[in-house]
């Protein structure tokens, strides 16, 4: 059987190209088409060289790792080990699923003269069964790589709660806000910010609806009760900035305490302000309050503290 060299350069060029393009776009690299095809074609002359076994160094197992590096480095020009390393992996991965499509394609056409030689496969299978296995793994990989992403964005972003007032507590599901750097001006403690209807089992309904009037001065003697009354000296009054409102007032109180589960132990927080806000968080209920990062970082020696393991 007489194999072309030029058809070997060719499947492997456009192989290789495809699989750099889907990791480039996954990673969302800014790409430029000749760097991918100067990577792909030191890919494709790479085969050529090792299926006529010129030198039998170019076989070896660190060589094929040189050589990813390389056509990784080529093509997108990482910034540091670190980010080659990520897009190393990543190109790896993509290239077992392409693999992986491209050999359930040959076993169902079952070409009759297909062999491999030196880890190059060659035969006269149309280029055409190489490019759609490549376009089938791009879709599958960009397909799986999304599911993930998402999933794990989810995972890292919510998070469990418990707020404890008045020896009652309710359980909550946070949302990780990085923006949320609210702070209570005095005396700088972090503020949850939580939905008013989530707070109606644990704080006086009174209180609840009269946010407005407390804000402006003027609600303190709507809390007829002994129980509203007391509530007077714990309410702090937190500015705030969001979209559409430069200079809101935001009334909080300060909790008994705030559990947040962390890797499947509960912290205890003792120094957290409850900021309550009158609409609804979350559109679809999938959670009731916003976090900082600061509830998630370890506590120092100088803020009580407790790890309880579930």
Not at 173 to 185: I, R, S
Request: with cysteine; glycine share 6%; charged share 20%.
């Amino acid at each position: 059987m007489t194999i072309y060299l030029d058809v070997v350069l060719l499947e492997n060029l456009c192989m290789n190209y495809i699989i750099l393009f889907a990791t480039g776009y996954i990673m969302k690299i800014k790409m430029k088409h000749w760097k991918l095809i100067v990577s792909s074609l030191l890919g494709g002359i790479y085969a050529v060289v090792s299926y006529l076994e010129i030198l039998p160094i170019y076989s070896s197992l660190p060589m094929k790792l040189l050589l990813s590096i390389l056509m990784v480095y080529l093509a997108y020009h990482a910034k540091g080990i670190k980010q080659l390393s990520k897009q190393l992996v990543l190109f790896y991965l993509t290239s077992f699923v392409f693999g992986g499509c491209a050999f359930a394609l040959l076993y169902f056409i079952r070409p009759q003269d297909i062999f491999m030689q030196n880890g190059v496969y060659v035969g006269t299978y149309p280029l055409k069964i190489a490019l759609l296995g490549g376009i089938v793994g791009f879709i599958i990989t960009y397909i799986a790589f999304k599911i993930v992403k998402t999933k794990l964005k989810r995972r890292d972003m919510l998070y469990e709660i418990q707020i404890k007032m008045a020896n009652q507590t309710i359980n909550l599901q946070a949302m990780l806000d990085t923006g949320n750097l609210l702070k209570e001006p005095i005396t700088g403690m972090p503020v949850i910010v939580v939905e008013k209807e989530k707070l109606y089992s644990i704080l006086p309904t009174n209180l609840l609806d009269h946010i407005e009037e407390l804000i402006g001065g003027e609600g303190s003697k709507k809390l007829e009760s002994l129980e509203e009354q007391e509530y007077l000296a714990r309410l702090r009054v937190i500015p705030f900035s969001s979209i559409g409102k430069q200079n809101g007032l935001m009334l909080g109180l300060k909790a008994e305490k705030v559990m947040i589960k962390l890797e499947e132990e509960w912290e205890v927080k003792n120094d957290v302000i409850v900021g309550i806000f009158p609409q609804k968080i979350s559109k679809n209920n999938t959670y009731s309050a916003l976090i900082g990062l600061d509830l998630l970082e370890r506590s120092e020696n100088n803020e009580p503290i407790a790890n309880i393991k579930i």
